[in-house]
């Protein structure tokens, strides 16, 4: 059991525990004394989003680090693949992101990696925890030995010059108009200017932060500002950007939404035909709609599914082969460019494609149709048991799987951020789906869920 780590390092509300200053110097201190190996320097680099809080947060695992002789780099306003990439980059021993990605500004969190820019294993984290709780006093550096902290000015154009490299050298975006949204958040200056320097006319919106307003009704939870900038300006493309710039919702020049489903199916058809697809497929969550895996059967590849969660992919991705992976909610793993999800990247290689192609991106972009997808989240009290171990439930799950048969599927979960049950069904038969959805919807709640 981990008492601060979640799926996805650390999280919570802004200056409340877990997520306050204390938590933030005890996670430098722990952090830095596992990555301290030997005499030599050890470095650390850290970025992180818009929110107020952030400055709070930055300057407590500042002080961790340097209290256990780790020398801090600190990047600024930095979307969370940029700081991964920099990991490796600038040869850190570690890596911090401080960001909530999608949250609402009064959330903030810490996201670890290391040295290679992947993200910490489950039993790094833990270790961090038991050193967190014990030990803290162990291992500082002595005065002589305390780290140094210096602001790395360049970190930006670092990031916009290795975004740039991952776009096809004979192509250019001129000709094309693009709407970006990047939510208020981390990418509010990278990914416009990286834009603009493939070629492409740029309208930014979602890049005046305050520290209130990350993914205030913009970015990728909610495209809607995307999509009627889009059809305003007749624009040929959109892109939704969340507050770390780790994912991406696309869209097309009609102002329709291209999900994390669809960019996964495109690009892996692009890749497979120029012969650098690994793997033999994709790797996506179970969440991924029942149409890409059908889709990609349909060319030969194989879908993949994991847990919920970008860490999941990336940890199959690795131990088998692949090098495209993603959800539908919009995280896009290329790991032939990066370790972790990255919005602006999979835009590029989606944008590629279409100029490639001279079609608009609303062709380009429709791969396949998805099956009928239906979600409930029923809320429960907590301390209120396991819900999904109840009979009635148990029982209700079992009749809805039946009646779908080989035509659908079911997911049921519980969410792992909030005392929530997630019920998802798929299939071709629309008003069946939503029956059996509703069905086990109402045995949860009837069930005192």
């Not at 850190?92 to 992101?97: E, R, Y």
Request: aromatic share 4%.
């Amino acid at each position: 059991m981990r008492t601060y780590f979640g799926t996805d390092g650390i999280r919570g509300k802004a200056n409340s525990w877990p997520m306050n200053a204390e938590t933030a110097l005890k996670v430098g201190m722990a952090a830095g004394r596992l990555h301290t190996r030997g005499d030599h320097g050890h470095r650390v680099v850290i970025g992180k989003d818009t929110r107020l809080s952030g400055y709070m947060i930055e300057s407590a695992l500042v002080s961790g680090f340097l209290s256990v002789g780790m020398n801090v780099f600190q990047f600024g306003p930095l979307p969370t693949p940029a700081v991964a990439m920099l990991t490796r980059s600038l040869r850190a021993d570690l890596g911090v992101m401080i960001s909530a990605s999608h949250n609402p500004y009064h959330d903030n969190g810490i996201k670890l990696f290391g040295p290679d820019g992947y993200k910490l294993s489950d039993s790094q984290e833990i270790e961090i925890e038991r050193l967190m709780d014990n030990g803290l006093n162990e291992g500082l550096a002595a005065p002589d030995k305390l780290g140094r902290a210096k602001r790395i000015e360049d970190a930006q154009a670092r990031y916009i010059e290795f975004a740039k490299g991952t776009f096809p050298r004979e192509l250019r975006l001129d000709g094309l108009r693009i709407v970006v949204d990047c939510a208020n958040g981390a990418a509010y200056r990278v990914a416009p200017a990286a834009l603009w320097e493939l070629g492409a006319e740029v309208i930014p919106v979602g890049v005046e932060p305050n520290g209130f307003n990350v993914n205030d009704k913009c970015g990728s939870t909610a495209p809607e500002l995307v999509c009627e900038k889009v059809r305003e300006m007749r624009a040929d493309a959109g892109i939704a950007l969340d507050g770390d710039a780790d994912r991406v919702i696309l869209i097309d020049e009609k102002g329709a939404v291209v999900d994390g489903d669809q960019v996964l199916a495109l690009i892996a058809r692009s890749w497979a035909e120029a012969g650098r697809l690994t793997g033999g497929g994709v790797v996506a969550t179970v969440m991924s709609n029942l149409g890409l895996e059908r889709h990609l059967a349909s060319l030969g590849l194989d879908l993949v599914r994991t847990k919920v969660g970008d860490r999941y992919v990336v940890e199959h991705m690795r131990a088998n082969g692949h090098n495209i992976g993603g959800e539908q909610s919009g995280h896009i793993v290329l790991s032939d460019f990066a370790t972790t999800g990255d919005g602006l990247i999979a835009a590029l290689q989606v944008l590629s494609v279409v100029v490639a192609s001279g079609k608009p991106m609303s062709e380009v972009c429709t791969q396949f149709e998805r099956v009928p997808q239906i979600l409930r989240n029923i809320r429960y009290r907590k301390g209120a048991g396991a819900p999904l171990e109840l009979a009635p439930v148990k029982s209700a799950i079992e009749a809805g799987t039946e009646r779908l048969g080989t035509a659908g599927r079911l997911v049921i979960r519980p969410s792992g951020t909030e005392p929530v049950i997630r019920v998802m069904g798929e299939g071709d038969d629309a008003v069946l789906v939503e029956t059996v959805v509703d069905d086990i919807a109402a045995a949860l709640e009837q069930a005192g869920a």
